[in-house]
């Protein structure tokens, strides 16, 4: 069965620079499914923070970088701010291509 | 502006069906594929249907395959997602989102409780 593991949480003080892992267990599938990042601010619907692995879409702080080797993707904030608390998901995708979310990390300001 | 609006969501007994329906605008919904999305209270997000831009090509989870089906109507603008079989375990909040990289864009979410 495939899995995307995540820390349920990470956190830092404003300023300080996190990084969010994220695991794609596939192993029918080779190293090169794409990983994408949400955030979800509380009471929010997702949304997109980095697509295929470093890609930030129009509009997203350059605070915000992914990066992605083998199975391993990494969420990095720079500049942590207070409005950054939330809750980050990665997507990826299972052995038969559909979709499939990590559990999530809350992401905590100090 | 670009916007999905869902709607149809509500209180549901065990066993009973539901139709969730998501309006779109703002962009031209049929380049799109679409999906459902949902959330538990409390809990992560769990990825649900997806469908082809033309509607020939559905999957879905394995936790609603066979109960759930999503459809749409390009002249409308509108993706659907049929609910049948209601477990308790469906209660979330349900998203209609395009996951479309670069273009990505969610909806506000439509509650359904399934409970007796």
């Known amino acids: 069965q495939s899995v995307v593991t995540q820390p349920p949480s990470v956190s830092g003080a404003p300023g300080q620079r996190v990084t969010i892992s994220c695991t794609v267990s596939?192993?029918?599938?080779?190293?090169?499914?794409?990983v994408h990042w949400y955030q979800q601010l509380p009471g929010r619907a997702p949304k997109l923070l980095i697509y295929?692995?470093?890609n930030r879409p129009s509009g997203v702080p350059d605070r915000f970088s992914g990066s992605k080797s083998g199975t391993s993707a990494s969420l990095a904030i720079t500049g942590l701010q207070a409005d950054d608390e939330g809750h980050y998901y990665c997507?990826?995708?299972?052995?038969?291509?559909?979709?499939?979310f990590g559990g999530g990390t809350k992401l905590t300001v100090l | 502006e670009v916007k999905l609006v869902e709607s149809g969501g509500g209180l549901v007994q065990p066993g009973g069906s539901l139709r969730l329906s998501c309006a779109a605008s703002?962009?031209?919904?049929?380049?799109?594929?679409m999906h459902w999305v949902r959330q538990a209270p409390g809990k992560g997000l769990v990825w649900v249907a997806r469908?082809?831009?033309?509607?020939?090509?559905?999957r879905y989870a394995d936790s609603v395959k066979g109960r759930f089906t999503i459809s749409r109507d390009n002249a409308k603008n509108t993706l659907y997602l049929q609910m049948n079989s209601l477990r308790a375990e469906d209660t979330a909040l349900y998203y209609c989102?395009?996951?479309?990289?670069?273009?990505?864009?969610w909806g506000q979410g439509t509650l359904v409780t399934v409970s007796s």
């Open positions: 989102a395009s996951l479309a990289a670069e273009d990505d864009c």
């Open positions: 703002g962009f031209t919904f049929s380049h799109y594929w």
């Open positions: 295929a692995n470093s």
């Open positions: 997507q990826s995708y299972d052995k038969s291509g559909s979709e499939l």
């Open positions: 469908i082809s831009t033309d509607g020939s090509d559905t």
């Open positions: 596939n192993s029918n599938v080779g190293t090169d499914s794409n």
